[in-house]
């Protein structure tokens, strides 16, 4: 599409204002209404009347407002995530905070603590809505145009597209480059590629004036240095994407140095640090308990449905964990009880699945799995013992594939980050397509999780788990 000729009066200054104060606005409003349901919720669970102290309300909304406008809740567009991270983070904050008024002042109620608990639930489900509510009326939405056309830029571009309630509508690509483009496609939108010119304030201004994303190579900054520096003249705010596919970019923190044009990024490992590896066993200890407790009736319902198929209940399968360390990868039985001939004989006598065998360490079609054992892999609920795997300390709720020794080696330079860690139950792969995710996208996946770690990772990708294994995306 030619994205010059698509001019529009909303992306002029004034509109712009008017718009950006509409939609604060309404998230502000989105965050009272989310405390007052959570007050009134409280309110009508007491016997005090909470909401008979408006003066003390209004002071909790005054502070929780403050702590909102300095996180940037309200001026910054961020993934939804890291929004829900720095809502419930502020939650948390304000919870001590009346506590510790209570303490000092000896007056309050001791019902002002369930507020904030139940406004971690209501005050992002608020939000969401109202950002939905913006998108569908066409208020959310910031055009944008990303500053290359390469690796870096595609991928910036995907990255917008999988956060919808940012908002960012993006309407091409410039290349500061003279080389001829057919245009980028991303999931199946074909969007223009034109030359960034010479004299870039009269074309931004042919297409509205929109948000400008640099996303160039690593090369391409040395080349195109001059460019940039036209466009931060004019662009009175530019976001730059640095290509460092590969680094661990989570928990970075950056120095820059008067009059230098030196930009330092302080990289950690995460996992290299004791308190840190002792935080996530702690939640494997906490949160394997709990599953145990609560699913054991399930334990009992699965362990009845696969004894009729064979006397072999459970599995243990041999699997390369932590300092590459083997240990018994433990699950329900899903398959006949002379597996190994059956698979043996297959890849005998089965081209393709050789094939397929030696390329994914998996078949789509296996004979080997018996009937209830389809079910158990669809529904993933065969993998439920590995909860003792974790209590046990083989494993982890959340951490990279669970190998064998040969996949280990098709790892190369990646091993050393799955080695870090102990495998998982679940993990990142798992949440961004399971089996329809090819064998050297896991291996990044997996190598990335390990850079990256945090502890809201895991948190988050433990509640992805449960939408994907709902909605059994890419299982077999």
Request: hydrophobic share 45%; aromatic share 10%.
């Amino acid at each position: 599409m030619d994205f010059v000729s698509k001019k529009s009066s909303l992306l002029f200054p004034r509109a712009v204002t008017l718009r950006g104060f509409l939609q604060v606005l309404i998230l502000v409003l989105a965050d009272l209404i989310g405390l007052i349901l959570a007050i009134g919720v409280v309110d009508s669970l007491v016997d005090a009347s909470i909401f008979g102290r408006f003066k003390q309300l209004g002071v909790v909304f005054v502070v929780f407002l403050f702590f909102q406008v300095r996180a940037g809740q309200y001026s910054r567009r961020r993934p939804f995530w890291d929004d829900l991270r720095k809502t419930l983070q502020i939650c948390i904050v304000m919870l001590f905070i009346d506590a510790a008024l209570v303490t000092i002042s000896g007056k309050g109620s001791e019902f002002l603590w369930p507020i904030w608990i139940l406004a971690m639930i209501i005050l992002p489900l608020c939000r969401y809505l109202a950002k939905a509510m913006m998108l569908n009326f066409s208020m959310l939405q910031h055009r944008v145009v990303i500053v290359g056309d390469g690796v870096n830029a595609t991928e910036t571009a995907l990255a917008l597209l999988c956060e919808p309630l940012m908002g960012y509508e993006i309407i091409g690509f410039l290349s500061p480059d003279e080389h001829e483009s057919t245009g980028v496609t991303i999931k199946g939108t074909s969007y223009s590629v034109i030359r960034l010119s010479d004299n870039p304030e009269e074309q931004l201004e042919a297409i509205g004036n929109p948000h400008i994303i640099i996303a160039l190579e690593h090369d391409d900054l040395d080349h195109f240095g001059g460019q940039i520096d036209k466009l931060n003249l004019i662009c009175p705010k530019l976001s730059i994407v640095p290509a460092l596919r590969g680094l661990p970019l989570l928990g970075m923190d950056v120095d820059s140095y008067f009059s230098h044009e030196v930009l330092m990024m302080n990289i950690r490992n995460n996992l290299s640090r004791p308190l840190f590896r002792l935080q996530k066993r702690l939640f494997d200890i906490v949160g394997s308990t709990i599953l145990l407790f609560l699913l054991s009736p399930l334990f009992i319902l699965v362990y009845c449905k696969v004894r009729k198929s064979g006397a072999q209940v459970f599995f243990g399968h041999e699997r390369i964990g932590q300092n590459g360390v083997p240990f018994k990868c433990y699950k329900f039985r899903s398959m006949v009880l002379n597996a190994q001939d059956v698979l043996q004989d297959l890849l005998a006598n089965d081209s393709a699945a050789r094939e397929e065998w030696g390329k994914e360490f998996k078949l789509k079609n296996d004979p080997r799995i018996t009937p209830i054992g389809h079910f158990l892999r669809k529904t993933s609920l065969d993998e439920l013992p590995q909860l003792w795997n974790v209590l046990k300390g083989d494993m982890s709720l959340v951490g990279p594939r669970p190998v064998i020794a040969e996949e280990v080696l098709r790892y190369g330079d990646k091993s050393q980050h799955y080695l870090q860690c102990k495998p998982g139950m679940t993990g990142l792969w798992q949440v961004s397509g399971r089996n329809d995710i090819d064998y050297e996208n896991r291996v990044y996946l997996d190598a990335w999780y390990v850079k990256n770690w945090t502890l809201w990772n895991d948190i988050v990708i433990l509640v992805k788990t449960v939408a994907v294994v709902v909605r059994r995306d890419g299982a077999y």
